[in-house]
């Protein structure tokens, strides 16, 4: 196999382990809502459980925005032509942004989130 098939071949793994990466964090996201009862069963109290709540959301909004730059960054062949590569690895992270917010949002919706003053 020639170098250039092996690059090739090391970015298409690159790429399915990005998307491993955003699973996981759509997967800590929307266990969010099911992390609910638990909560309620051990005796959380509203406020402990909006606190707990939006850690996970942020920690969800950090870890997808490492996962992007970490995609954006591994990729090791040289782009045939850098204006297309840029436009894509633009649109990928844009989608992937959508996307999590879409998520984000219903779980956002779905679980207690605000503190009382």
Known sequence: MTEKHEHALADIKTLFDGIKNLGLCVAFALGLQWFQAPLDSFG???D?????NL???VSSCALTALAITWLCFSFKQEPKSKVFYRFSLFI?????LVVMAVIIEAAWTSIPHTLRP
Do not use: E, K, N
Request: proline share 0%.
């Open 44 to 46: 959380f109290s509203r």
């Open 48 to 52: 402990a459980r909006a606190l707990i």
């Open 55 to 57: 850690m996970g959301l």
């Open 92 to 96: 990928l992270g844009a989608t992937t």
